[in-house]
Every structure is written in C-alpha cells, then in structure tokens.
C-alpha cells in the first residue's frame, strides 16, 4: 500500500517551460486535491476534485490545470512556468466515512522556477 | 471567500511548558481538522471535531472547537522536544464535498 505519491520530488524549469506534477493513490479515495507551501507560509488550495471527471478551483488557480480521469490519478501541470510559482506542492487524497474525513498527503515536489 | 486565520504566528517556549494555538475561520464550519508538520516534512493528520463545543484529547494534546463552529484551539500541555514543527487548522464549510482551506499556521520552538 504506497498511500499517495508524487513525483518529480525535486524539479527545477526554466521560466515559460511546462511540466506536470504527478500524484497517484492506490486507496480508492474520492477527494484528491493540490496545494502549494511557500517558504513559511501555510497550505494553499490549487485545485480539487470530488471524484473521476470532476474538477473544481480552489484559492490560487491561476496558472496551473487539472484533470482528474480515473480515480487514482490527479496530474498538476504547469503550462507556462514563471518564478512565483516556486514552491513546495502537496497532492492529498482523502475518504469520508461515519462522518469523519481523513486526509493523506503525499511527501512533496519541490519546485523551482528560475 | 473563506479565510482561516491562527495565532500566534511563532511561539518559542522552554520545555515542560504549554502551548495553545487558536483558529479562526470567517465562515462556519461543517468540521474542523488539526495538522502537524515537522521541518522538512510533510502534513500529518492529527484529528477531527465536528460537533459544536467537541473537546477531544490525545494524550498531552487537547483540542476543542467552538460553540459557534467558528473557532477551534490546540493546546498542549508540558511540551517536549519531539513537538517541533508547525501546527495548522484546516476547515470544510460544507461536508464532504466543500475545498479544505488551511489554516496559516503556528510554528513551535521547544527549547530543551
């Protein structure tokens, strides 16, 4: 059981260079989201999705797309990097059960843009 | 849109004392969540409230959530070393389907 994993880890790119963040979770879970952390900043919600073929924006969208076409895959990318947008970026996927959600993070992409 | 504030920013204590951190959010909340992440590291879950006035204890950790689902505190009692790391909140405005914003966060010094 590998929980939720990410990849790259480590990545740098180029200013106006694309990439995807890749996230994977092999619990079956409906809720998958992406955040990013800035140097002593709190999490801040991307974009998320309820379940397969259902996305939605979350505080900080701009710039970045998602879709979300099987249940264990929710892919980030990146269309046109620019230098703001380093960061640490979390992928989470969550359950509902009896009321209670728990939430599992991935370990983080460390991005930078030069 | 919905803000979640927390306070203190930074507390730097000697070990063997406690530490609160207190969340605010602008909305109600259908539940509230506590995390810890360590340097480095990534958000741990420590648990979840749900009803208005809960009060839920691990061990030296206790935490409460408001009458009014609007506030929520982490107390921890007799720090130690191994509480390092930086503590957020994080709430849903509606259950299950709502965005999960995050608290900004207190960042813990425990001083041995």
């Known amino acids: 059981n590998a929980g939720v994993t990410q990849t790259p880890k480590f990545q740098v790119l180029k200013t106006g260079q694309s990439m995807t963040l890749q996230c994977a979770q092999d619990?079956?879970?409906?809720?998958m989201s992406w955040y990013r952390q800035d140097p002593g900043m709190g999490l801040r919600l991307i974009h998320y999705s309820v379940g397969a073929g259902i996305t939605d924006q979350g505080e900080v969208p701009n710039g970045y797309n998602v879709s979300r076409s099987t249940t264990e895959d929710f892919p980030l990318r990146l269309l046109s990097a620019a230098p703001s947008q380093t960061s640490v970026y979390f992928c989470?996927?969550?359950?509902?059960?009896?009321?209670?959600?728990?939430?599992?993070f991935g370990e983080g992409s460390w991005l930078t843009v030069v | 849109g919905q803000q979640v504030m927390q306070i203190p920013q930074y507390q730097h204590v000697q070990e063997g004392e406690d530490f609160t951190t207190y969340c605010n959010s602008s909305t109600t909340l259908s539940n509230i969540q506590w995390y810890k992440q360590r340097p480095g590291g990534h958000p741990v879950f420590l648990i979840q409230?749900?009803?208005?006035?809960e009060v839920k204890k691990q061990k030296r950790l206790t935490f409460q959530f408001g009458e009014a689902k609007k506030n929520s505190s982490l107390h921890i009692t007799a720090t130690q070393t191994t509480d390092v790391g930086t503590y957020f909140c994080?709430?849903?405005?509606?259950?299950?389907?709502?965005?999960?914003?995050f608290g900004t966060g207190t960042r813990l010094q425990v001083f041995p």
């Open positions: 989470a996927s969550s359950y509902f059960y009896r009321g209670i959600d728990t939430i599992y």
């Open positions: 994080a709430g849903r405005r509606s259950y299950n389907t709502d965005k999960l914003i």
């Open positions: 619990m079956n879970h409906e809720y």
């Open positions: 409230l749900v009803k208005s006035g």
